[in-house]
């Protein structure tokens, strides 16, 4: 994992992001890959996280990607691109700096997206004749109607006593959109505070100044991925 400069082409919102232990993670792109971004809410510092290795080219080209958390670690979901019908879902988990393939479940019929995993370790989908929110049972791979119809969203929470509506931070924005953030910006976070730790010690007047996760977030209007 990379913790200095991350060249950043596109950055993904939407259904392509998620948080945990205290790390918020993107799906992202350079010229050549895909990628986990990921940004610690500690000490401010985006890392990148490439794709598990010793996956066949054939099969990579031909897979839709995905990430989400396994058993509370980051996991890499790989699933067929052509056969729409029966669908396996390989699932990568980050151990460490280190992937390990930890499951396969399917084939199954008639599901679609990959959204997370339950603590189970069932797998929740979208259907894809009725759009709705469905699991997979992880021993029998049986199918089960959860009742949440689309829109869905998916999100790993710990449990706290603090209420997500209390406090005084973004009173005005909900929490998934408050993490939706512009790929411009967060090239242009990443390039100034990289310049800024360069030219720490100088005497001239140097880069301008570093941007914050609140500048960070701004001007979501000219979100363009």
Known sequence: MDGNLVPV???YGSK????ANGFYYWFAADEDDMFILSFDM???VFLAIPEPDGIPESVRDASWKRF??????IAWILYDREDEERRCYSTWVLKGECWTK???IGPLLGVEIPLGFWKDGGLLLQ???TAELVASEPITG????V???DPVLVFNYSESLVSVEGGNCSTGKDLPDFFDVPSRNVKEFIERNAALRQCQSSDFDGPPPPLSLEDLLQDESDVDV
């Open 127 to 129: 259907s894809r004749a």
């Open 16 to 19: 392509f992001y998620s948080y």
């Open 42 to 44: 500690v000490n401010e």
């Open 142 to 145: 049986e199918i089960k109607n």
């Open 147 to 149: 009742g949440i119809e």
């Open 68 to 73: 989400t958390f396994y058993e509370n670690s």
């Open 102 to 104: 930890e499951v396969t």
């Open 9 to 11: 082409r596109d950055v």
